[in-house]
């Protein structure tokens, strides 16, 4: 269920005002903006399109060159809704993430010298925009941004552009926040719409944000978000066919009796027992694709790249695989389920330690993985219909969105959500419990 934007916040924001000065022309960006370019700033023409759209894909990002990778762990050891580290963040943060550089720069340096999740995104961003500029021309141009909650382009870098770009500041603009993690967790989702949240106010004059009729009134850019889809058709059916594939690798007559091990990045147990809603979203993934496979396989799913001494949700995926190779069942196809695209935890350490671990207690190059999402046709359609749906239906964000975690005592999240909830929603306070 979404929350839907409300008609008269959609007519203030195309009303003749903000196109006074304004070309009328505005031809799509096919290119990412590079420092520099000259960008056509955004025209709500008059004939009753809503576009320009900004379509913003979020995700956690990796260093693209091992230099980045310093300040990639000291962004990712700092935020306090990913890696909950107590009273001692600001002083074990840079601490752990100085530690742990060397190692993490090998294994960088080992998947051929830096993460390919940037190069992805905007491939997977842009084809989504060309799509959607044919399904949804009344949205259109979509133009394509990328923003990482640890690496580049990250949050403030992407709104700096879009600024840039001709959104907001006066003169109005629509954005989706598109989150990239199917499955909604407070550590990725909930922490990169915090950030949003933070740079907006930064960035769009924080006295607009006491009052949101007068944001509007201003200019402001005009946020919704797709927060979840764990779900969606287009996605499960996307898992279907990278999973069917690995599959066929296998001999016909053993086909059947290969086990599947699904395998998402773990998260703390103090965040579970908080009431995050992300393993039940993670399992909610899992069922529907093996639902996809008629239940052809038996299937596991475990959680893998723990970090610290603290306890996190298990089983882990490297006992979870020893174990099954151990007792003999060596036929074993992983599949990252929480990803969109290759990343250090597929390529690392899937690849490189999981599989090779399993070889060595003799598995015989049987355990296998299924392709990430990466540039998959499939995946791509299920991302425009995803996006086409939540602009053609005025969605502000899910209803779920606005439920906090039970144990949650973070003043943030409940600013952000009223924030993101607000841009559609009149009253929203019973929304943000
Ligand atoms: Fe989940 Fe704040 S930690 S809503």
């Known amino acids: 269920m979404s929350v839907q934007r409300p008609l008269q916040l959609l007519t203030k924001r195309a009303s003749p005002s903000h196109l006074q000065h304004r070309p009328r022309i505005w031809q799509p960006a096919r290119t990412f903006a590079t420092p520099g370019m000259v960008v056509p700033p955004v025209t709500q023409n008059n004939t009753g399109a809503k576009g320009p759209t900004a379509m913003v894909f979020m995700n956690m990002g990796g260093p693209a060159t091992t230099d980045e990778v310093s300040g990639f762990l000291s962004r990712l050891f700092a935020d306090a809704d990913l890696i909950p580290l107590g009273p001692l963040q600001n002083y074990l943060g840079p601490l752990i993430s100085r530690r742990r550089t060397p190692k993490i720069k ?46 580049n382009p990250l949050t403030e870098e992407m709104y700096g552009r879009l600024l840039e770009d001709g959104f907001g500041n006066g003169r109005g603009g629509r954005a989706v926040a598109f989150t990239q993690y199917p499955q909604y967790s407070c550590s990725t989702t909930g922490s990169s719409l915090n950030e949003l949240w933070k740079w907006r106010q930064r960035m769009e004059s ?52 290969v086990v599947l091990v699904y395998s998402a990045h773990s998260l703390p147990m103090s965040v579970v027992n908080r009431g995050d809603p992300y393993p039940a979203e993670v399992a909610a993934t899992v069922w529907a694709v093996q639902q996809r496979l008629g239940f052809k396989n038996a299937y596991r799913l475990s959680w893998q790249s723990q970090v610290g001494p603290s306890a996190w949700l298990g089983a882990q995926t490297s006992d979870t695989v020893n174990n099954f190779v151990k007792k003999g069942q060596k036929d074993l196809v992983l599949i990252p389920i929480a ?35 990466n540039g998959s046709p499939t995946f791509i359609k299920a991302l425009a219909n995803l996006a086409s749906e939540h602009l053609a239906n005025d969605e502000v964000c899910s209803r779920q969105m606005g439920l906090r975690c039970p144990g949650c005592k973070n003043e943030r999240c409940l600013a952000s959500k009223k924030f993101f909830m607000g841009q559609g929603v009149q009253n929203n306070a019973a929304l943000t419990l």
């Open 106 to 151: 090998k294994q960088y340096a080992n998947i051929g010298g830096g993460s390919p999740i940037r190069k992805w995104s905007e491939y997977q961003a842009e084809e989504m925009c060309k799509i959607l500029d044919q399904t949804n021309p009344e949205t259109a141009p979509h133009k394509p941004y990328v923003a990482f909650r640890y690496a």
């Open 339 to 373: 990803f969109t695209s290759d990343h250090i935890e597929t390529l690392f350490e899937i690849d490189q330690e999981v599989i090779h671990e399993a070889n060595e207690l003799g598995a015989e190059g049987r355990v296998r993985r299924a392709e990430s999402l």
């Open 206 to 257: 924080p006295t607009r944000n006491q009052n949101l009729e007068a944001a509007e009134a201003e200019g402001s850019i005009k946020w919704s978000v797709i927060d979840r889809w764990p779900t969606h058709s287009g996605l499960i059916d996307a898992f279907a066919e990278n999973i069917t594939a690995a599959l066929e690798t296998y001999p016909k007559e053993i086909r059947d009796s």
